[in-house]
């Protein structure tokens, strides 16, 4: 029996990670997202689908940990100071979205038929968003870390600490319609308890991690730092929740407090793998809670449901934002990123059943209103990033080129040709700078350059920064497509002029050569030369000796540069050195004699080791 049990075990095991393997690519290809492949795949192989689960409730609690994870690795990012520097996100944006979007939620739930305290309660489920959808995508869009993100992230924190008054509310509605029902500690004392839990685990944070993992460094034994990790995320979350506040909560405070230490990088590279798995794990078993005999029943109720609180807690977060000073596409972005319930939603309409507030059926419908509504969001978020238009870079305080003049111009200003320009004006000859990055420019002209935007692959954008008059041009730009199309444009209409150009790697360079260019150099050839120099300095070896070996290879490199333009990448390739002996050459069969030297010479050589032959 214990073998079949481990058969079925392994068997549920592999068709979760079949499924994400099959679906995640797919749907990652498709342009769809990864979080949508997860959904889908776990209702295909749900108890609604192929049927090979019947309990995706057991799944989801053991996903949640994903969540949890995701927030323990977002809070070691969010540094105290960084945090308290969010507060008015935190407590005026986010409670003004959550307080708006509940009353107005309410109202819809109530147009539709429920009661008063089964609308305030499916509305607020469906008002606390999902973390897991919304900060996966975010991670997925890299915008985690921008200021639109942050503000993201102060709503989510918000909404987590929402969750202790939320659960109050079903027990104060339970004691009010109608026989008492035990939901658990008084209102006064949950509160009091979720305050204390926050408490301890900021101390406990403050004055024992960082030594508690000093111990556990000296053992040196690796996987038990891994095990600390975990046992320092989820036992935080385990205490938080025990406290009436959420895991996901508990996880981010852990990981706040432990962002200053000298082992976050450590904790973070232990926690990511769990992470990952387990956040695809979490959305796999919330497709397969999508309840489809519920939609098929009640899909006009349901289909409604959707459409009509996603629109309305949208436009709801679109005002707040707007009110808040936030941009028309930022407030847009956010609408569709927070348009959808949220994991909680499940916890919360379970705590109304058992306290009565409403039954069920209602609890089935509002669940498969909020599994749907998390499935559009990223299909939401696709189609609304296709219809807006690409975001106006703000041109305020940035001059075009028009009339520019110079001896020299210098297209791209990074930190390449940041370095380029200085000799050049330390000998005062007139320089013309030109760039496309914005911020860039900005940003140099902070250290006293005058720089204007242009864009090096126009042809009017080089005529009028002076590149008809100018004795050399600079190719400083860092992609190799963008060097490559303004080194045609150069050489076709401007063939007088010195072309140089920074390349980006040895295949670069030969595109550059056959170009025709006047000079290319690879962008860290130089630089790692020196570097290679001053180990070998460090090594012991005499400051001579280096210099004599670095233009040894130097020497080697330009010899295989010249045998590679004329056949090739892969020509020369025995001028460059590994770190593999050379075999040496043999003959198929030993010879009887010797080697006999004909004149003095050989003789010499014969004479010579293979090591003084080398050197």
């Not at 499924?19 to 492949?37: C, D, E, N, W, Y």
């Not at 921008?146 to 104060?172: C, N, Y």
Request: hydrophobic share 55%; with cysteine.
């Amino acid at each position: 029996m214990a073998a079949e049990a481990a058969g079925m075990n392994l068997g549920h095991a592999v068709a979760l990670l079949a499924a994400a393997v099959i679906a995640v690519p797919v749907f990652r290809k498709l342009g769809l997202g990864s979080v949508l492949g997860y959904l889908a795949a776990g209702l295909v192989i749900g108890p609604f689908g192929l049927k090979l689960f019947a309990d995706p409730e057991a799944i989801l609690h053991v996903a949640e940990l994903g969540v949890v994870m995701f927030l323990f690795i977002i809070g070691l990012e969010m540094r105290p100071a960084k945090l308290w520097s969010l507060r008015k996100e935190i407590f005026g944006l986010g409670a003004a979205q959550v307080m708006l979007c509940c009353a107005l939620l309410s109202g819809v739930a109530m147009l539709g038929g429920l009661p008063v305290q089964a609308a305030i309660i499916g509305a607020s489920g469906f008002v606390l968003s999902s973390t897991a959808v919304i900060m996966k995508m975010l991670d997925e869009r890299g915008e985690t870390s921008t200021e639109a993100g942050q503000r993201a992230v102060s709503i989510l924190l918000l909404e987590d600490l929402a969750v202790v008054p939320l659960l109050a509310l079903v027990a104060l509605m339970a004691s009010m319609s109608g026989p008492a029902v035990d939901t658990g500690r008084p209102v006064w004392m949950a509160v009091l308890i979720g305050l204390a839990c926050i408490a301890a685990v900021i101390a406990a944070g403050r004055w024992l991690l960082n030594p508690f993992f000093q111990i556990l460094a000296r053992t040196g034994a690796r996987e038990i730092m891994t095990a600390a990790a975990l046992l320092v995320v989820l036992g935080t979350a385990l205490f938080m929740q025990w406290g009436g506040l959420s895991m996901a909560m508990g996880a981010f405070l852990a990981g706040v407090l432990l962002s200053e230490s000298v082992f976050r990088h450590q904790l973070e590279a232990d926690v990511e793998p769990f992470r990952g798995i387990l956040l695809g794990l979490f959305f796999l078993s919330v497709g397969m809670s999508l309840d489809l005999s519920v939609v098929v029943s009640e899909w006009g109720l349901i289909l409604a449901g959707v459409v009509a609180f996603m629109i309305v807690k949208a436009a709801g977060i679109y005002g707040v934002a707007r009110l808040f000073r936030a941009g028309h596409r930022e407030a847009i972005q956010r609408a569709a990123l927070f348009a959808q319930g949220g994991e909680f939603a499940f916890v919360l309409y379970s705590a109304a059943v058992a306290a009565g507030v409403f039954d069920a059926r209602t609890s089935a419908a509002l669940t498969a209103i909020v599994i749907m509504s998390m499935a559009l969001t990223p299909l939401v978020v696709i189609v609304l990033n296709r219809l807006l238009p690409a975001p106006k870079e703000s041109m305020d305080g940035i001059e075009a080129a028009a009339g520019l003049e110079g001896r020299v111009l210098l297209v791209g200003f990074g930190r390449f040709a940041q370095v380029v320009s200085q000799p050049l004006l330390a000998r005062g000859i007139e320089v013309a700078l030109i760039e496309t990055d914005v911020e860039m420019i900005r940003a140099a002209s902070t250290f006293g350059f005058k720089v204007y935007y242009g864009d090096g692959t126009r042809l009017d954008v080089l005529r009028a920064s002076g590149a008809d008059t100018a004795e050399a041009i600079l190719v400083c730009v860092e992609k190799p497509e963008v060097a490559d199309k303004i080194v045609e444009l150069v050489k076709a209409e401007f063939p007088l002029a010195k072309l140089l150009v920074r390349a980006f790697d040895r295949g670069h360079s030969l595109r550059l050569i056959e170009a025709g260019v006047d000079f290319q150099i690879r962008e860290t050839f130089e630089s790692a030369l020196t570097f290679g120099k001053r180990t070998l300095i460090e090594l012991g070896v005499d400051e001579v000796e280096a210099a004599e070996i670095v233009r040894d290879v130097r020497r080697r490199d330009t010899e295989r540069l010249e045998l590679q333009v004329a056949g090739g990448l892969q020509a020369g390739r025995w001028l460059m050195r590994g770190n593999m002996a050379t075999p040496t050459p043999e003959p198929f069969s030993v010879p009887r004699h010797g080697g006999k030297a004909l004149n003095t010479e050989a003789a010499d050589v014969l004479a010579k080791s293979p090591k003084q032959l080398a050197e």
